[in-house]
């Protein structure tokens, strides 16, 4: 077998590869997101911080993926394109680490979500609801004058848990 061949298929067999791994990364991803969307529930405040981040850098990502696709003849398209477009959707789907929801349910901040039931603590203060992700106050946005209704949710289901620092 000549070593042109034997290059050609084993970069094929690594993107092919690759691409599993970006499929498992992607069902996992999926499953994620199902688990907090079930958290929280309906969203009734999603805030998005660095949008315009995030946009470029999906942008900066497709030219760069058009770039290899378009100047590299000598790999395989069929794999580098699968991978390409699932890195892309990884990227696409991932919350960000500042995005912030309030739900009928619960609440999430970046990757994490909790019922209301299962917050550690919480307070309402300013234009947030603040409550404990593994010991840390995290904050997640709520505009004061949803205080009332969210306040109502929470004694609903986690009473004790208010943070004698709420008012």
Do not use: C
């Not at 760069?64 to 003849?73: D, E, H, Q, R």
């Not at 949710?153 to 208010?162: M, P, T």
């Amino acid at each position: 077998m000549p070593q042109e061949a034997l290059s050609t298929s084993a970069v094929s067999a690594v993107l092919w590869g690759l691409a599993g791994l970006l499929g498992l990364g992607l069902a996992v991803l999926v499953g994620w997101l199902a688990r907090n969307r079930a958290a929280v529930g309906p969203v009734e405040v999603f805030v998005r911080r660095r949008g315009a981040i995030r946009v470029v850098l999906l942008v900066a990502y497709i030219a760069a993926a058009a770039g290899v696709l378009l100047g590299t003849s000598e790999l395989p398209r069929v794999p580098l394109a699968l991978d390409l477009a699932l890195g892309f959707a990884l990227l696409a789907l991932s919350p960000g680490f500042q995005d912030s929801k309030f739900g009928a349910h619960g609440v999430q901040r970046g990757w994490h979500a909790r019922r209301f039931a299962e917050l550690e603590e919480w307070r309402l203060t300013g234009d947030h609801l603040r409550w404990k992700l593994f010991g840390q106050w995290v904050a997640s946005d709520l505009p004061a004058d949803r205080h009332a209704g969210a306040r109502a949710k929470l004694v609903a289901v986690a009473a004790d848990r208010e943070s004698r620092f709420s008012h």
